[in-house]
């Protein structure tokens, strides 16, 4: 089945720690996406990438690093820089840049203790 | 500055009744609207699109409507499902040039049996 995974579902985090979400997709799409959910807030972008080893900051990239080495993934790393983390992190792909439709993995719930 | 806005956080209708979601959008170069359905703990799934040279689109119980000179756009379902039950979020996009979408803060629907 073709999709978007998101690995793990759920992260907890000692605050200070780097930490590394993970995002496959095996649609063949060249677009990747991160976005941040807060609650009320809507989705935030956080980082994107339109073809392997590149990517753009999006409007809220201060504190995430991310890397494009292969079409299929797009690996967010949430850094002790990032002074609010707690939040559900979603990652999405797209045939093309957006506005095509984008096709969003279940998300991790990321948790800093 | 939200650029684009639900100002509803929530609505509650009864089951087989219409339902209807607005979003409003301040940037005028906006040309392609998009609404996402999303479940908790769930990344968000495509609903339904509508152009900027469109002034409705409609996809079975799902009809979307701009109002480009208001800049407004609504979601109408009807007839409501309980399983309808989710956030719904409106997102923009200038076409083609590049633009990621811009999201609404959602709005959650609960449809009452």
């Known amino acids: 089945d073709g999709g978007i995974t998101q690995s793990p579902k759920y992260l907890f985090r000692k605050e200070g720690q780097n930490v590394t979400l993970s995002c496959e997709q095996n649609l063949n799409h060249d677009a990747m996406y991160w976005y941040r959910q807060d609650p009320g807030q809507g989705l935030r972008l956080i980082y994107y990438s339109q073809i392997v080893n590149d990517f753009q900051k999006g409007d809220i990239a201060e504190g995430y690093s991310v890397s494009r080495e292969k079409k299929e993934s797009f690996p967010l790393t949430v850094t002790s820089a990032q002074k609010n983390p707690t939040a559900f992190y979603l990652c999405?792909?797209?045939?093309?840049?957006?506005?095509?439709?984008?096709?969003f993995g279940p998300g991790t719930r990321l948790t800093v203790v | 500055d939200q650029q684009v806005k639900q100002n509803s956080p929530s609505l509650s209708v009864q089951e087989g009744r219409i339902s209807i979601l607005n979003c409003d959008y301040t940037n005028s170069m906006f040309d392609y609207f998009l609404w996402y359905k999303k479940y908790p703990a769930e990344g968000p799934t495509f609903l339904i699109s509508i152009s900027s040279i469109k002034d409705k689109n409609e996809d079975g119980r799902f009809t979307v409507f701009l109002n480009k000179s208001a800049k407004h756009l609504s979601l109408h379902i009807v007839p409501s499902q309980p399983g309808d039950s989710a956030v719904y979020f409106c997102?923009?996009?200038?076409?083609?040039?590049?633009?990621?979408?811009?999201f609404g803060g959602g709005t959650r629907l609960m449809v009452k049996p």
């Open positions: 999405a792909s797209s045939i093309r840049l957006q506005g095509a439709e984008a096709f």
């Open positions: 997102a923009a996009t200038i076409n083609n040039a590049g633009n990621m979408l811009t």
